[in-house]
């Protein structure tokens, strides 16, 4: 018997290390497979998707504005995945920041909050001449000190723009709430009344709106609310915003793209905002906010339980549904007159695909609007780099400028007439038939 077993040893003892090193290389290639996934590797960078109508303005645009019809080249080895380009502008916004000087403004509203927005001039002139400000609404939970603002205007201002940046009541964490409200998806009063000051402090200054995220919900909102906020507004751009968050909610509960992971990290960080002004949203007399609502609140796992038991409240909604329905800007963008850009990525994990029949479907029917859907980016991603170390700017920030610098050039040389009026100057907006590149 021992001798059997000593066979047997003999048998099978060379060919134990080749097994074990077909171990190894299986081992090795299953991580490299995963990596290659994640990583989404394979993928081949491509030129933007681009779906508009063929106008005048559309065949400048593309020739004034060749960002929109070039590829977009991420970093080699991490800037295919959207999770990647997301995680990097949650956790770092942009590398090597910029610090711009600005002036806090301070405007009081009619139910008594306390809006605030940071000023910032431009460091040169525009190089038509001509005085013109962006007015930008960041994203959620956002404000003027955030590093993908602060990367986005300071290269606006070394093109010549001055630039208004919105923070969301509550958003600054060194300002107090003076009413029990905060911002929600879609409440335009602190927006409005930043443009219409800054309309009053600059008469002959132009505008460019700016949205980022739910940023972007904002000022469509706002734009399609009235026919008069759309005065002096030369063109509007809004990046990664989702357009519906009736349609969104949904989706935020799916797991695929690991959407309700992110879900649920966004609905903590706005429970943390929300509990740091829980003196204030529960001691005033005015309050909608009750000690059941937060407890309700410290329940929360998702941005839906938080909208439900808090922010619904602040504007009197009966539910979550008429919330939706009201705050989302979808309702509101068929009014939209003036030339239109609307901006998404393919890979962004927040915003579900479904969402994106919604800026196709209006750039197939409104000839001021043109969608562009970049194959990566992730959520405000859009880095740029070589292989490894992205830059400082991103192409998020340099295609907004050179679509805006092509629009003032547009607007600088159009007839006196139709500068008065939209009416006159969509006679350069006839379509000729809905176009599709990319």
Not at 176 to 193: D, I, N, Q, V
Not at 242 to 258: I, N, P
Not at 282 to 293: K, M, R, W, Y
Request: proline share 5%; glycine share 6%; net charge neutral.
């Amino acid at each position: 018997m021992a001798t059997i077993e000593d066979g047997n040893t003999n048998t099978f003892g060379p060919e134990l290390p080749a097994m074990f090193d077909g171990m190894k290389l299986a081992a090795v290639a299953t991580v490299l497979y995963i990596i290659v996934r994640c990583l989404n590797l394979k993928s081949t960078t491509s030129p933007p998707e681009i779906i508009h109508q063929d106008t005048l303005l559309s065949r400048y645009l593309f020739k004034s504005c060749p960002m929109l019809t070039k590829e977009y080249i991420p970093p080699l080895l991490w800037g295919k995945s959207g999770h990647l380009q997301t995680a990097l502008y949650g956790k770092m916004g942009r590398v090597n920041t910029p610090t711009p000087c600005g002036v806090r403004k301070f405007l009081p509203m009619q139910d008594g909050a306390t809006a605030s927005f940071d000023l910032f001039e431009a460091r040169g002139d525009h190089s038509t001449g001509d005085d013109i400000t962006m007015v930008i609404c960041p994203g959620i939970g956002n404000h003027s000190e955030k590093n993908y603002i602060r990367t986005f205007v300071d290269h606006s201002q070394q093109q010549g723009y001055r630039c208004a940046v919105l923070n969301h009541l509550g958003a600054l964490p060194n300002m107090e709430l003076t009413s029990p409200r905060m911002f929600t998806y879609g409440c335009t009063w602190e927006y409005e009344a930043m443009v219409s000051n800054i309309k009053q402090a600059f008469p002959q200054t132009l505008l460019i709106v700016v949205g980022f995220s739910l940023g972007g919900n904002i000022v469509c909102k706002f734009l399609g609310e009235k026919q008069s906020n759309q005065d002096r507004v030369l063109c509007c751009v809004t990046v990664c915003q989702g357009y519906s968050a009736l349609r969104a909610q949904e989706t935020f509960l799916q797991w695929d793209q690991c959407r309700r992971l992110y879900n649920f990290v966004l609905a903590d960080n706005m429970k943390k905002l929300i509990l740091s002004h829980r003196s204030t949203l529960l001691g005033l007399n005015s309050s909608n906010i009750c000690d059941a609502d937060l407890g309700r609140l410290y329940a929360a796992t998702s941005l839906m339980q938080i909208d439900d038991s808090i922010m619904r409240k602040f504007h009197g909604y009966s539910s979550l549904k008429e919330y939706y329905e009201k705050e989302s800007c979808v309702h509101y963008m068929k009014n939209v007159t003036v030339p239109l850009l609307l901006v998404n990525s393919s890979d962004d994990p927040l915003v579900h695909q479904s969402l994106l029949d919604i800026p196709r479907t209006l750039a197939e029917k409104m000839p001021n609007v043109i969608f562009v859907l970049t194959q990566h980016g992730g959520h405000l991603g859009f880095f740029e780099g070589a292989v490894l170390l992205p830059q400082p700017l991103t192409w998020m920030d340099k295609v907004i400028v050179q679509y805006t610098n092509a629009m003032c050039h547009w607007e600088k040389n159009l007839p006196a007439c139709q500068k008065s009026s939209h009416h006159d100057r969509n006679s350069c907006l006839q379509s000729t038939g809905v176009t599709q590149s990319g």
